[in-house]
């Protein structure tokens, strides 16, 4: 059903009760040290090992899980049989015996939400639970909570605006006007009817049939939802959420026969959030089916909290904390169901997230994750959901709702995030080698973020999500147009004019103010503009009109400075003021200068590109410290950050085409065309 249908309470992780799971008054770890060995089993022999003949199958994986939990796969093939029994059963009662509608006790104004009878839920409802089974009653001889459903009822969300509520055997109860009811705002931002709230009890599932729910407890069906509700509640509006599109930024592989998914990631640091919570930071690796109807992801979440309406949100459990569960989520709907028991983690542990699929006579997927201290949590699938082309996913999502609709801020995110020995299985039980991953960023609901990229550029093992993006863009300069890419993707972030077509272009914190600027060197004027807004901020000459000009910070004052490289003369300028504060030579005419912390000490080096060899001069002393041969005489050499590790970087720009060396080894690490054989490239810090 669709999230603007209706928003089921889940007030406790809901997970399918098979007796290999750890049960709720469990304290978190495994039923004993035998099953904790198993884990560390798993997760060892789960990571892809380089000898190809001890490389994992599918079928090694689902061998070396804990016999406790083999048995509950048995176990689960009986309860699936029972609860399809159930549904089917329910199912026929409905087209033998449809349900009767007969408006005559009308409580709209009494309730806010529903609930199952019989059942303890953690909600707490305007009236008393009485624990009473009530079947077959009429309207006038009402004894339960007018916010009850009997066990084994229904309530079906009309297409003209009505809640009715239905007795086991399909005799309606009463009714409310959704109008006329208070409105909930959900975590998905939809306001609906508060009538279209259920709390269910702990332990139950959910089971969807066409425009049908059934919620099943202990193999039995305890309410069945019927929904002919096909659009969002006249006169309202969606209220503006982060939720709208939770996900920041992510890798997703092509859509693919995917059997399994595995891989580790360390728990990164987060942000000290205030109190009460309204913001919750969610990791997760997992697989998504291409029709897009679910995720199932083993999920790392920062202070997370249940999306009820009496949840406490100051609870410390929750504030500013990093717990796990294994998560599925159908999409159409505006819940997961959550594993028992929830996982504790801290800054700087590792996590291990597991999906793979159980075929025949099971047909489920299996959700799976592990802390550092070998606890572990687990659940099934639906066994409903039918195996197709997947997409295996690596995640950030900003997860939680702010009351007011606000987007997050920077200061509500985690760090960093690698995401590594990642290893995905066909059907057949093969390591799939040859995945294709794209990475995405979600700016358009996260806008305020700043500083996320999807590295990609790492083994094909490795992802890493970064919040915090230190390294260098580039660009080209082209007859006075500059054409960004800030993350080094191949993507145009931004074009703008500023210079003429005969400019050379400069880039620099010209200000001092930590902010990347630009100009341009023209006839020997510089015209500079900071914070790269198009404005004239200052102008000055410095330099003859066929000098080079050079930017950097050549006195290690930690301001920036400029220069002009003249037939292999440094001439400087120390704080920009017109003033030369120091000239020498280092080069030849024909040379073309470099500037850059090449031995990454933390103190500017020079340097010059001659026929295809970089000569550098660690401190500007005058001396030769290394040589090194990377490029052709006519490529234009380029330096900067290009993996944001935080070491310098160099690389040529070859018609259009840039190939980078990460580290300076003289190894080509990547290939990239962005510009056109005649443009100038450009580097530099843009967010």
């Given at each position: 059903?669709?999230?603007?249908?209706?928003?089921?309470?889940?007030?406790?992780?809901?997970?399918?009760?098979?007796?290999?799971?750890v049960?709720?008054?469990?304290?978190?770890?495994?039923?004993?040290?035998?099953?904790?060995?198993?884990?560390?089993?798993?997760?060892?022999?789960?990571?892809?090992?380089?000898?190809?003949?001890?490389?994992?199958?599918?079928a090694?994986?689902?061998?070396?899980?804990?016999?406790?939990?083999?048995?509950?796969?048995?176990?689960?093939?009986?309860?699936?049989?029972?609860v399809?029994?159930?549904?089917?059963e329910?199912?026929?009662?409905?087209?033998k015996?449809?349900?009767?509608i007969?408006?005559?006790?009308?409580?709209?104004?009494?309730?806010?939400?529903?609930?199952v009878?019989?059942?303890?839920?953690?909600?707490?409802?305007?009236?008393?639970?009485?624990?009473?089974?009530?079947?077959?009653?009429s309207?006038?001889?009402?004894?339960?909570?007018e916010?009850?459903?009997?066990t084994?009822g229904?309530?079906?969300?009309?297409?003209?605006?009505?809640?009715?509520?239905?007795?086991?055997?399909?005799?309606?109860?009463?009714y409310v006007?959704?109008?006329?009811?208070e409105?909930?705002?959900?975590?998905?931002?939809?306001?609906?009817?508060?009538?279209?709230?259920?709390?269910?009890?702990?332990?139950?599932?959910s089971?969807?049939?066409?425009?049908?729910?059934?919620?099943?407890?202990?193999?039995?069906?305890?309410?069945?939802?019927?929904?002919?509700?096909?659009?969002?509640?006249?006169?309202?509006?969606?209220?503006?959420?982060?939720?709208?599109?939770?996900w920041?930024?992510?890798?997703?592989?092509?859509?693919?026969?995917?059997?399994?998914v595995?891989?580790?990631?360390?728990?990164p640091?987060?942000?000290?959030?205030?109190?009460?919570?309204?913001?919750?930071?969610?990791?997760?690796?997992?697989?998504?089916?291409?029709d897009?109807?679910?995720?199932?992801?083993?999920?790392?979440a920062f202070n997370?909290?249940?999306?009820?309406?009496t949840?406490?949100?100051?609870?410390p459990?929750?504030?500013?904390?990093?717990?796990?569960?294994?998560?599925?989520?159908?999409?159409?709907t505006?819940?997961?169901?959550?594993?028992?028991?929830?996982?504790?983690?801290?800054?700087?542990?590792?996590?291990?997230?597991?999906?793979?699929?159980?075929?025949?006579?099971?047909?489920?997927?299996?959700?799976?994750?592990?802390?550092?201290?070998?606890?572990?949590?687990w659940?099934?699938?639906?066994?409903?959901?039918?195996?197709?082309?997947?997409?295996?996913?690596?995640?950030?999502?900003?997860?939680?709702s702010?009351?007011?609709?606000?987007?997050?801020n920077?200061?509500?995110?985690?760090?960093?995030?690698?995401?590594?020995?990642?290893?995905?299985?066909?059907t057949?039980?093969?390591?799939?080698?040859?995945?294709?991953?794209?990475?995405?960023?979600?700016?358009?609901?996260?806008?305020?973020?700043?500083?996320?990229n999807?590295?990609?550029?790492?083994?094909?093992s490795?992802?890493?999500?970064?919040?915090?993006?230190?390294?260098?863009?580039?660009?080209?300069?082209?007859?006075?147009?500059?054409?960004?890419?800030y993350?080094?993707?191949?993507i145009?972030d931004?074009?703008?004019?500023?210079?003429?077509?005969?400019?050379?272009?400069?880039?620099?914190d010209?200000n001092?103010?930590?902010?990347?600027?630009?100009?341009?060197?023209?006839?020997?004027e510089?015209?500079?503009?900071?914070?790269?807004d198009?404005?004239?901020?200052?102008?000055?000459?410095?330099?003859?009109?066929?000098d080079?000009?050079l930017?950097?910070?050549?006195?290690?004052?930690?301001?920036?400075?400029?220069?002009?490289?003249?037939?292999?003369?440094?001439?400087?300028?120390?704080?920009?003021d017109?003033?030369?504060?120091?000239?020498?030579?280092?080069?030849?005419?024909?040379?073309?200068?470099?500037?850059g912390?090449?031995?990454?000490?933390?103190?500017?080096?020079?340097g010059?590109?001659?026929?295809?060899?970089?000569?550098?001069?660690?401190?500007i002393?005058?001396i030769?410290?290394?040589?090194?041969?990377?490029g052709?005489?006519?490529?234009?050499?380029?330096?900067?950050?290009?993996?944001?590790?935080?070491?310098?970087?160099?690389?040529?720009?070859?018609?259009?085409?840039?190939?980078?060396?990460?580290?300076?080894?003289g190894?080509?690490?990547?290939?990239?065309?962005?510009?056109?054989?005649?443009?100038?490239?450009?580097?530099?810090?843009?967010i």
């Amino acid at each position: 059903m669709k999230d603007n249908l209706r928003f089921i309470m889940l007030l406790a992780l809901i997970t399918f009760l098979c007796n290999g799971f750890v049960s709720a008054t469990d304290t978190g770890t495994f039923l004993n040290d035998k099953i904790a060995n198993e884990t560390i089993k798993i997760q060892l022999s789960l990571v892809p090992v380089p000898s190809e003949k001890d490389q994992l199958t599918l079928a090694d994986i689902k061998a070396t899980l804990p016999p406790e939990i083999l048995q509950s796969i048995k176990d689960q093939i009986t309860f699936n049989e029972s609860v399809t029994k159930a549904i089917t059963e329910k199912e026929g009662q409905l087209a033998k015996s449809p349900l009767t509608i007969n408006d005559s006790y009308d409580i709209t104004g009494e309730v806010q939400g529903f609930f199952v009878a019989n059942f303890t839920t953690s909600l707490e409802p305007t009236s008393k639970e009485t624990g009473l089974t009530h079947t077959n009653i009429s309207p006038s001889a009402i004894v339960l909570p007018e916010n009850q459903i009997p066990t084994g009822g229904f309530i079906e969300f009309g297409s003209d605006g009505k809640t009715r509520i239905f007795s086991s055997v399909g005799t309606q109860i009463s009714y409310v006007i959704d109008d006329r009811s208070e409105k909930i705002t959900t975590p998905s931002g939809k306001v609906l009817p508060s009538t279209h709230i259920i709390g269910i009890p702990n332990g139950a599932a959910s089971h969807t049939r066409g425009n049908r729910e059934y919620i099943t407890m202990n193999g039995e069906v305890i309410l069945t939802i019927v929904d002919q509700y096909s659009k969002d509640i006249s006169g309202l509006s969606t209220v503006p959420s982060p939720r709208s599109s939770p996900w920041v930024e992510y890798a997703e592989s092509d859509p693919y026969y995917i059997a399994a998914v595995h891989s580790n990631w360390i728990i990164p640091h987060s942000p000290n959030l205030t109190v009460p919570a309204t913001t919750s930071n969610i990791l997760f690796n997992g697989i998504e089916p291409s029709d897009g109807s679910m995720v199932f992801q083993p999920v790392t979440a920062f202070n997370y909290y249940e999306h009820s309406l009496t949840k406490n949100r100051t609870d410390p459990a929750i504030v500013n904390r990093w717990t796990g569960s294994s998560w599925i989520c159908p999409i159409d709907t505006s819940h997961c169901h959550r594993s028992n028991p929830v996982l504790s983690f801290s800054q700087g542990e590792l996590a291990y997230g597991a999906v793979f699929w159980y075929e025949a006579p099971v047909s489920e997927w299996f959700v799976y994750l592990v802390n550092s201290n070998n606890q572990g949590t687990w659940q099934f699938s639906d066994p409903y959901i039918y195996f197709q082309p997947s997409r295996a996913v690596i995640t950030y999502e900003f997860g939680g709702s702010d009351p007011s609709g606000l987007l997050p801020n920077d200061n509500q995110k985690i760090t960093n995030t690698t995401f590594s020995n990642i290893s995905v299985w066909d059907t057949i039980g093969n390591q799939i080698t040859t995945l294709h991953w794209n990475g995405v960023i979600n700016t358009k609901d996260h806008k305020k973020i700043t500083g996320l990229n999807v590295d990609l550029s790492q083994a094909p093992s490795t992802v890493i999500l970064e919040t915090d993006y230190r390294g260098s863009g580039i660009g080209v300069f082209r007859s006075g147009e500059w054409i960004l890419d800030y993350r080094i993707d191949g993507i145009v972030d931004r074009r703008f004019n500023y210079g003429l077509p005969t400019d050379k272009p400069v880039v620099g914190d010209f200000n001092n103010n930590g902010q990347t600027d630009i100009g341009v060197f023209r006839s020997g004027e510089w015209v500079l503009d900071y914070g790269m807004d198009g404005t004239v901020d200052r102008r000055f000459n410095y330099g003859l009109p066929t000098d080079t000009p050079l930017v950097g910070d050549f006195n290690n004052d930690g301001t920036t400075d400029i220069g002009v490289f003249r037939s292999g003369e440094w001439i400087l300028d120390y704080g920009m003021d017109g003033t030369v504060n120091r000239r020498f030579n280092y080069g030849l005419a024909t040379d073309i200068p470099v500037v850059g912390n090449f031995n990454n000490d933390g103190i500017t080096d020079i340097g010059v590109f001659r026929s295809g060899q970089w000569i550098l001069d660690y401190g500007i002393d005058g001396i030769v410290d290394r040589r090194l041969n990377y490029g052709r005489a006519t490529d234009i050499p380029v330096v900067g950050k290009f993996n944001n590790d935080e070491i310098t970087d160099i690389g040529v720009f070859r018609s259009g085409q840039w190939i980078l060396d990460y580290g300076m080894d003289g190894i080509i690490d990547r290939y990239l065309n962005y510009g056109l054989a005649t443009d100038i490239p450009l580097t530099g810090k843009w967010i």
